[in-house]
């Protein structure tokens, strides 16, 4: 069963992709990630990326869909099946994507504007282990891992995070339209396991 992830900035996508891949055992996999791997192996179509990225040009989709249509194919991929984060962002990588594997499902979680301003006032990173943490849930200064000085970080301003929200609608909006007839959406703004239980008895009906 292969699905995309969709969702905007702190409503969770990567807490309830690391609970499938614990308990489904799908490969979660991001566009970014592959394009280091292919990188660092000296692929090909690794080479290829890194001349485009070199100058600081977009890597085309032929480039970008053939590295993620060689790693489908790998037999990790092929058990449970594998969860797209972040790909694709486009209708024309979408369509380029249904001609190399069945997408069955895409997860759209949903946050209310307000919850997402809150999150992200809230927001604070560790200066040394880089580990995150949010005031509503943790109120000391300091890391828990580490005991390093917790700092707010530049891009988790509102100004940003609205330039961000605004890109992330221009992109995810064509996309529900594309994948309606099998959308399933989840309210994101309670906590992780409030958002995860939908998802896997979802997957838990679908999986049989
Ligand atoms: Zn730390």
């Not at 797209?84 to 994507?97: C, F």
């Amino acid at each position: 069963m292969n699905i995309i992830l969709l969702g905007p900035q702190f409503s969770g996508k990567g807490t309830l992709a690391r609970q499938m891949v614990r308990d489904f055992g799908f490969v979660q996999i991001s566009l970014g990630d592959l394009f280091r791997e292919n990188i660092q192996k000296g692929t090909e179509l690794g080479k290829l990326a890194q001349g485009y990225m070199n100058q600081g040009i977009l890597v085309p989709n032929e480039v970008s869909m053939k590295i993620l249509e060689e790693r489908i194919k790998e037999d990790d991929c092929q058990k449970t099946g594998v969860i797209l984060d972040g790909v694709p962002r486009t209708i024309e990588q979408a369509e380029i994507l249904s001609k190399f594997m069945n997408i069955d499902a895409v997860i759209l979680l949903t946050l209310p504007r307000e919850e997402i301003m809150r999150r992200c006032e809230g927001r604070r990173t560790c200066s040394k282990c880089g580990e995150i943490y949010n005031t509503s849930f943790y109120d000391k200064d300091t890391c828990k891992e580490c005991g390093a000085p917790l700092f707010r970080r530049d891009d988790d301003n509102p100004e940003s995070i609205k330039t961000r929200l605004e890109v992330y609608d221009k992109m995810t909006t064509p996309l529900i339209n594309f994948y309606a007839d099998r959308l399933f959406e989840v309210d994101s703004s309670k906590t992780s396991a409030d958002t995860y239980e939908p998802v896997k008895n979802f997957l838990k009906e679908h999986l049989k």
